[in-house]
């Protein structure tokens, strides 16, 4: 049985303690979305959203509150447990790429699959996400071979290939130039036409947020809008 | 996880720094060499010192006169009676031979050449007890002994001092301390040792020397008795039954004994008791270094963690556990170590043919040995230092948090 919702957050707070000051990064933050859905985290610098892309992403625990990954209750889960979530749920998307420099394109690709024990047909899939992303022919080159756009598509085909829950994306044009950025949005919102892939993103570019449905502004560590979205 | 892929990115890895990482192997190169150079040339020189014991002939024992512990109040010397006595196969059954003799030094020469030698009284039997042939002529017979004949046997060493050959001697008559003996043998070659050398002697009959050349307190006493057991096993039987004639003929049944008794055995196992200590120490001074090469892994492994947090990071995102980035560490830090331990045996066995040669060229015989034992022993401990050192830097790794880690700069 499939859910409807593969992100149920409710009253989510995180709070840093920097030395005796405690920062509240959240402040309860409650965020449903639906499979196949397109959305944007805006908000001002410091307003919590690399905070609550973490935790959506199970890259680290909420100091408060519940959060259902894809119908699965992953607030009391300890670190080996939550890497497994991650690898099969949640692909991510970096503004620095974040591609291994020594591995070409294809070897990058494969590495999540690794990780997930498989052991046969890696490369086949992984050639597959990368044709997918439009680099069937760069599948040998290393990052530095590669434009800064081709990297964040081969971190794309990365996303993609354990076929995630979602993908969460911070601020993946942030380093790009305008035409490599749209070509990057073009293929994510293209995975998402033709394959119903639930897209988050985070962005300060509002160009970026006008390309998507669901718009969630947040500042100092609260929803402060919601708009587009059906939940 | 795929073992060999792990490998081979462990190694895609170190390369990407291949002077960082060669200078890291290098430490536990030199560390592996010094450890197994240290053992072969140990190993070497317990097998020259036990074979130049096991040469002097086998199952042996040595009786001397004077106890080792206590004072015994009128000690006598040992006599060539107390040597038939110990030759008696019904009170010592389990002794095969029995060869007294006497020792000393004496000055050899002949037609002006003269040398200084040790000089050996013994009987006929000595032959077979210490297992000394003649390369040419024969050896002291008991027609010579009963005669006290002026003959001699000459070793090696002192043939080539006086002659300047070592055949065609026999006949030709040398003098010790002044005094004519006819040569009637030529010793075969025993080769030096660290200890003593076999061939710059010279051997006479007991009789003769104990009548021409050294006087002793008591007219049939005699410095050493060497006597051979039946067989390995019976050595300490004859040590017992050696021990009962004698204390039984000097008349000391209770308390102290006025002789003393050692085996072979014995110096062998002093010897190893020795080579084992210098061996160990050596190979500890050694391990040090290669303990030093480990401290040189986790440090450069710290290095490569800190500067590989962001791809740490990376890695645990897309789902890496934590046994999973421990394995990579500890695979590339034991894929350093092996490497080195690779070399370093090869460096080692380098080392130790170089001292071996160094000790050839100087004469002493020192064959260095490199055992299977030592090889795998390396290997091991090297993969081990390499694991051990690679713990923690590895640990660190895995334990980082992804978020943070991420976000590093
Ligand atoms: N590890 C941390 N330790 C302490 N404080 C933190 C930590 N991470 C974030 N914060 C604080 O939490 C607040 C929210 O940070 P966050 O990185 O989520 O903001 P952001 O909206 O992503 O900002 P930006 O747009 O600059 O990336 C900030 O005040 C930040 O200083
Ligand atoms: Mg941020």
Redesign the interface.
């Known amino acids: 049985m499939m859910n409807e919702w593969v992100i149920e957050a409710h009253d989510i707070t995180k709070t840093f303690q920097m030395g005796e000051v405690e920062v509240h990064a959240l402040r309860g933050v409650t965020l449903r979305v639906k499979r196949s859905e397109v959305l944007s985290i805006m908000g001002p610098s410091g307003s919590g959203k690399t905070t609550l892309m973490?935790i959506l992403?199970a890259?680290?625990h909420p100091s408060s509150g519940s959060y259902l990954l894809d119908g699965e209750d992953v607030s009391g889960l300890h670190?080996?447990q939550l890497?497994?979530i991650?690898?099969?749920k949640v692909g991510?998307v970096?503004q620095t790429f974040?591609l291994?420099g020594?591995?070409t394109a294809l070897t990058n690709v494969a590495?999540?699959m690794?990780?997930?024990?498989v052991?046969r047909g890696r490369r086949k899939r992984a050639q597959q996400a990368l044709e997918a992303v439009g680099l069937g022919d760069r599948i040998r080159h290393r990052p530095a071979e590669l434009s800064g756009g081709e990297q964040q598509r081969v971190a794309i085909a990365?996303a993609l290939v354990?076929d995630p829950a979602f993908i969460l994306a911070d601020e993946p044009t942030g380093n790009l130039d305008t035409k490599s950025g749209d070509e990057v949005m073009d293929i994510l919102l293209n995975l998402n036409k033709d394959h119903g892939t639930t897209l988050l993103f985070v962005t300060h570019d509002p160009e970026v947020a006008e390309r998507t449905e669901r718009i969630v502004r947040l500042r100092d560590g609260l929803i402060e809008n919601d708009k587009g979205g059906g939940a | 996880?795929?073992f060999w892929?792990s490998i081979l990115e462990a190694i895609?890895?170190l390369l990407?720094h291949k002077l960082r990482s060669a200078l890291t192997v290098l430490g536990v190169v030199i560390g592996v060499g010094a450890v197994i150079g240290m053992l072969a040339i140990g190993a070497g020189a317990q097998d020259t010192i036990t074979g130049s014991i096991t040469d002097i002939g086998t199952n042996l024992l040595f009786v001397v006169a004077g106890g080792d512990r206590e004072v015994v109040s009128n000690p006598k010397p040992l006599t060539e009676a107390d040597a038939e006595a110990i030759a008696d196969p019904f009170s010592a059954p389990s002794v095969l031979r029995v060869a007294p003799m006497i020792s000393g030094s004496a000055e050899v020469s002949f037609a002006g050449e003269s040398t200084h030698t040790s000089i050996e009284g013994v009987t006929p039997d000595y032959s077979l007890v210490r297992n000394v042939g003649v390369v040419e002529g024969e050896f002291i017979s008991e027609l010579h002994q009963l005669g006290r004949a002026a003959v001699v046997v000459l070793g090696q060493d002192v043939a080539e001092t006086l002659f300047g050959r070592t055949q065609a001697l026999v006949g030709e008559t040398i003098r010790i301390e002044g005094q004519p003996f006819r040569v009637i043998g030529v010793a075969e070659e025993k080769g030096g040792s660290a200890f003593m050398n076999e061939d710059n002697r010279v051997i006479v009959p007991l009789s003769t020397i104990r009548t021409r050349l050294i006087r002793r307190s008591t007219a049939d006493s005699v410095d050493t008795i060497l006597v051979q057991a039946a067989g390995a096993d019976a050595v300490p039987q004859a040590t017992e039954e050696i021990t009962a004639v004698l204390r039984a003929r000097h008349r000391t049944p209770i308390g102290g004994d006025d002789f003393s008794i050692f085996t072979q055995q014995d110096f062998l196992a002093t010897a190893e008791t020795i080579t084992g200590v210098l061996t160990i120490f050596l190979g500890g001074i050694a391990a040090i270094s290669l303990l030093v090469g480990g401290i040189g892994i986790m440090n450069i492994m710290l290095v490569s963690v800190t500067e590989r947090t962001?791809?740490i990071?990376?890695?645990?995102?897309?789902?890496?556990?934590?046994?999973?980035i421990m394995l990579q560490f500890l695979t590339e830090s034991s894929m350093l170590s092996l490497t080195g331990g690779i070399i370093g045996i090869l460096l080692g066995w380098g080392l130790s043919q170089g001292v071996g040669a160094i000790a050839a060229a100087s004469n002493t015989e020192l064959v260095p040995l490199m055992s299977l034992d030592a090889v795998l022993l390396a290997t091991l401990f090297s993969l081990a230092v390499g694991l051990f050192f690679g713990i923690y830097p590895a640990k660190r790794a895995a334990d980082l948090?992804?978020?943070e880690a991420?976000r590093y700069e």
């Open positions: 973490n992403g890259l680290d670190d080996d890497a497994a991650r690898n099969r991510f970096f974040n291994l020594r591995h590495l999540p690794r990780y997930a024990g052991t990365r354990n | 996880m795929n892929q895609e890895s990407s962001r791809e990071g990376l890695r645990k995102a897309i789902g890496a556990r934590k046994r999973d948090e992804p978020a991420l």
